[in-house]
């Protein structure tokens, strides 16, 4: 009877934890993950090519030659206007984006008019 009460509580514990992680995951705004702007260049890692994802997470992404930091974030539900620092290769700047994300798609727009569409990463 207690084994079965022991197997009973760390399948609670095992439940409760992969909600738990379920829910961090959905909590995390949608724009957190890999993305490429070929899909194609998702089997790339840095290192073995300069054709490789931006990889984003809650507070900012690394790309090849710059990473940029989230200074600001207003937003939410699939648009985000975003205050970021940005450096690499000796230089450093500040700027405003937009990120929008559709589906598997995320469009970075720039004050200046530049846009780029991503497709997100497996």
């Known amino acids: 009877m207690r084994r079965w ?14 909600e738990a992680t379920a829910q961090a995951k959905s909590a995390q705004p949608e724009y957190v993950g890999r993305w490429a702007h070929k899909p194609a ?14 990889a984003f997470s809650l507070g900012g992404y690394q790309g090849l030659d710059e990473a940029c930091r989230f200074e600001k974030i207003v937003g939410g539900s699939g648009r985000w206007q975003i205050f970021q620092v940005c450096s690499g290769e000796g230089d450093s700047h500040s700027d405003r984006v937009e990120l929008a994300v559709k589906g598997n798609k995320l469009t970075m727009s720039y004050q200046n008019g530049q846009k780029f569409q991503f497709t997100r990463c497996p």
């Not at 260049?41 to 931006?54: H, M, V």
């Open 41 to 54: 260049w998702c089997k790339n890692r840095r290192g073995t090519s300069d054709e490789i994802p931006l």
């Open 5 to 18: 009460h022991l197997v009973v509580s760390i399948a609670v514990v095992l439940a409760s934890n992969s």
